[in-house]
């Protein structure tokens, strides 16, 4: 078949679009704690307030839950992934965010998740902290620091790895019948999605509601709201919705690798295919800048080719 031809997949339309996403750098942090329930608080500490570079400075969420055999120190763990636009600015938040929600959370630890690349600082610049009490041990050629807290110490690693081949903005679309429907298949892609490794999804709950455009009518705004892609906004502005849909939520991906946010968004999409038109999902779509700003370039058909048995040029 050609791209032009139509997919359906379960009574589901794969629009012929793309996902246009940028390179960014990242890294993956371990942080550890006494409990899973502190665990988790510190990774959703770190990872708060992480949703877009364009007003949080940087993208991160959890990445998955880590068994005490798969940690450091052999306790309880979660795995974070932390992406920035540029390794400078990923070598600003790191330490930042580790400083201000891992070191101050109650029996956590931190480590590097992610060997090779530049080296972003972690113990070198929290151990300042310490106010001289701090020591550093090396183990196996790793170096650690141990600064002392009032309940004890806290741990962490020296420096953690990162990778500037990173991409980030992978997204789709999905287009409903109602609010519940789109909810619904958004919440069964994020699920599915989760599985993936090397791939998160920044937004609350990994959903966007509030999908946008380059651009706006008011100055000082460089994005706004998604016009075309707004229920309420069908003769108003020019809308890219077919009648029936009265919902849309987006999906954004960013990933360790291209490979990372193409796994992501394959999974995702076919959990959604796979509640189907009898669930209401009508379509799934993707956000573009026209191919011109982004030079990752995921095209939704070739991505869901393999899933519905055909050949995509």
């Known amino acids: 078949m050609t791209s032009q031809a139509p997919m359906i997949i379960n009574g589901v339309e794969i629009r012929d679009s793309f996902a246009e996403a ?40 959890i990445e998955r839950q880590l068994a005490p055999d798969e940690t450091p120190d052999g306790r309880p763990g979660y795995a974070v992934l932390i992406f920035a636009m540029s390794l400078k600015d990923l070598k600003k938040v790191v330490p930042l965010r580790a400083g201000q929600c891992v070191l101050t959370s109650p029996t956590s630890a931190c480590y590097s998740g992610l060997e090779g690349g530049a080296a972003i600082a972690l113990g070198r610049a929290l151990r300042y902290f310490g106010d001289g009490y701090q020591i550093a041990k090396s183990i196996d050629g790793r170096r650690f ?3 002392p ?30 609010r519940p429907a789109a909810l619904a298949a958004a919440e069964a892609a994020v699920e599915a999605m989760g599985q993936v490794r090397g791939a998160i999804m920044p937004f609350p709950g990994g959903v966007v509601r509030s999908g946008s455009k380059v651009g706006a009518k008011y100055a000082g705004m460089i994005a706004s709201t998604n016009d075309a892609y707004c229920p309420t906004l069908r003769g108003v502005s020019q809308s890219a919705l077919p009648p029936e849909v009265e ?50 370039h995921f095209k939704l058909r070739q991505l869901m080719a393999p899933v519905a048995g055909e050949t995509v040029v």
């Open 149 to 178: 807290v009032m309940e004890g110490e806290f741990v962490c690693d020296e420096v953690v790895g990162s990778t500037t081949a990173a991409v980030g903005g992978g997204n789709f679309l999905i287009l409903a019948r109602s």
């Open 247 to 296: 919902s849309v939520l987006e999906i954004v991906i960013d990933g360790l690798s291209e490979q990372d946010v193409a796994a992501s968004m394959q999974a995702g999409i076919t959990a959604v295919c796979g509640l189907g038109a009898a669930a209401g999902v009508v379509a799934v779509d993707a956000g573009n800048y026209g191919g011109n700003l982004g030079p990752f």
């Open 22 to 61: 940028f390179p960014m750098a990242g890294t993956r942090l371990i942080i550890t704690a006494d409990t899973p329930r502190w665990a988790h608080t510190a990774a959703a500490s770190l990872t708060g307030f992480a949703t877009s570079v364009i007003g949080c400075g940087c993208e991160a969420a």
């Open 145 to 147: 620091w141990r600064i």
